[in-house]
């Protein structure tokens, strides 16, 4: 993996996590990206993926701010109002 240049631009990567995009390849063929061929899903043991990424790149010191979210409501932590 080449250094990243996060730190020089002070960038924030965004991870939009269990989606995949334009599934529907002849679709995408036809009508292009961004068109609704998505879809989401569950990945419970995702985590040690994503811990070996930032490790990585933590060792390169370019671990940038980062945003972390999922469209899958499950994914979701909700927290009451009081």
Do not use: C
């Not at 599934?23 to 040690?48: L, W």
Request: positive net charge; hydrophobic residues 35%.
């Amino acid at each position: 993996m080449s250094k990243l240049p996060n730190k020089k631009y002070n960038w924030t990567m965004q991870f939009h996590n269990n989606v995949l995009r334009s599934i529907n390849h002849p679709m995408f063929n036809k009508v292009g990206s961004d068109t609704g061929f998505d879809a989401m899903g569950t990945q419970p043991d995702m985590i040690a993926e994503i811990q070996k990424l930032f490790t990585k790149i933590k060792d390169q010191e370019s671990l940038p701010k980062i945003i972390f979210y999922s469209l899958n409501s499950n994914d979701w932590i909700l927290s009451r109002r009081w």
